[in-house]
């Protein structure tokens, strides 16, 4: 599949709109119609958070494989690990067509999709049938909260107990811009209400399952300071950094930038990168952060890791860079590695301070 992306492939999914050439990708993937690559050749790229040994610290983020359809297929073109998700206990259909929009001259992906979701019951049934398949390989259950929902804190509870033993991780997403009012989760008191909840659910069931808070990207200073005070007073494993914006910068004026969404993709590197080296200053070293947004090269992973992430996912760079896209990054940094002859654990951190005082625009 590499080399049909690369070739006839890329103009045949380009000229379909962003869901439908989706659902084809899904389904290549099913059919083991993709590259593969061993992602654990590289010794050098391990990295252990949380607990977990990830053989590489590339990840494919939640929104590609919603319903757990093919996160071995995932693992096996060369990601360390795969979020899928997000799931929310009741199926819902999400936002009206079309929803997803790309952004071709940038780079970018603009989606509204609003946690269109299959539901707890239909996923944790494909996340069994693994299990007993005893697949391997890291995947974490990204879950969301549904949009009609009272109790935004209880939906994310239900998740705790519907994967209990099916994931090696969850994470809790507060940071969609698609379903209103799901943000506001990110303020304070709430916060900290969640963070209390979801790690009590996970106390009762005895499973001992890292948790995760994924955050967005359009923040403010008191927000991060907010979000940061709450973490360190909870018993949550990592924090990844970002979800979608809603900022268009670095979009050209079009139609295209009035579509409501987040952003995601290459225009949203910058400003991502610099939130996640400010948390990482904020949090000190006190718990693991995972970069996303923008990934789309070794370079951009690197800058992720040099920001102060352990682990980075990508997702809207493999719409445009194709399947092989794991495999160039895996190798591009070891390669890196080897040049400047440090570690990944050496090279963690080192332009925090650089990243951070960046302005956000």
Sequence with gaps: MGLFFDGIGRNALFALDAETAHGISIKALKSGLHPRYNNARHAGLRTEIAGLDFPNPLGMAAGYDKGADVPDALLSMGFGHAEIGTVTPRPQPGNPRPRVFRAMAERGVINRLGFNSEGHEKVAARLRARAERRSHGIVGVNLGANKDSEDFAADYVKGIAAFAGLASYFTINISSPNTPGLRALQGADPLSDLLSRVSAARAALQVGVPLFLKIAPDLDEGEMDAIAAALQASDFDALIVSNTTLSRKGLKPTPLASEAGGLSGAPLFERSTTVLARMAQRLGGSMPLIGVGGVH???????????????????????????????????????????????????????IEEWAAKPLE
């Design 297 to 351: 090269n070794a370079q951009t992973a690197m800058a992720k890791i040099e920001a102060g992430a352990a682990l980075v996912q990508l997702y809207s760079g493999m719409v445009y860079e194709g399947p092989s896209l794991p495999r160039e990054i895996c190798e591009g940094m070891q390669k890196r590695l080897r040049k400047i002859g440090q570690s990944l654990e050496e090279l963690r951190g080192s332009k």
